[in-house]
């Protein structure tokens, strides 16, 4: 059986706070923490991009997705200058302030997207023209220059 919306989003959460806590606490690797990083900016483009404008559809979770985008806005730039970090072959002790404001938005946003957005992001369908939801996560590229809604700059 293939995973829900809800699932599959919470586990992404799960797993990127895990490769970015790993650099955090020592016991992770690079290629972990590039992992996460590149993940958590897909997964934001993923739901600013398809999930959010089918759920805000209704009216009722306008507040909750305002909150998430913003939030979003706030782990732009830690996620940014971690991608240009990894790009450069940084130490990973230049990661390590980038790599724990990460995880600190993410303890906080996680848990309250999960509640206030995941909770209900099966009964939406996604738009027929675009493919499965739980494939954008293999399919789909950001294009080029993307930020997400409040990204600063």
């Known amino acids: 059986m293939a995973a829900t ?16 806590a790993g650099l955090v606490d020592g016991s992770g690797s690079r290629e972990e ?3 996460a990083v590149h993940l958590l900016r897909r997964h934001i483009y993923v739901e600013e991009a398809f999930l959010f404008p089918v759920i805000e559809t209704d009216g009722h979770r306008a507040m909750a997705l305002a909150q998430m985008r913003y939030e979003h806005g706030d782990m732009w ?3 940014e200058f971690a991608i240009a970090l990894l790009a450069a072959h940084a130490d990973l002790d230049d990661l390590l302030p980038a ?12 848990r309250k997207e999960e509640e206030a957005i995941y ?5 939406y369908p996604c738009d027929a023209t ?8 293999g399919t789909s590229d950001i294009p ?9 700059g």
Not at 5 to 20: A, D, F, K, N, Y
Not at 99 to 110: C, G, I, K, R, T
Request: a negative charge; hydrophobic letters at 40%.
């Open 5 to 20: 919306h809800r699932e599959l989003l919470t586990g992404q959460h799960r797993s990127m706070e895990l490769g970015i």
């Open 33 to 35: 923490l590039a992992d």
């Open 77 to 79: 730039p830690h996620i």
């Open 99 to 110: 790599s724990e404001a990460m995880l600190n938005l993410l303890h906080v946003h996680d």
């Open 119 to 123: 909770s209900v992001a099966d009964r």
């Open 130 to 137: 675009q493919p499965p939801f739980t494939e954008l996560f």
């Open 144 to 152: 080029r220059g993307w930020k997400c809604r409040y990204a600063p």
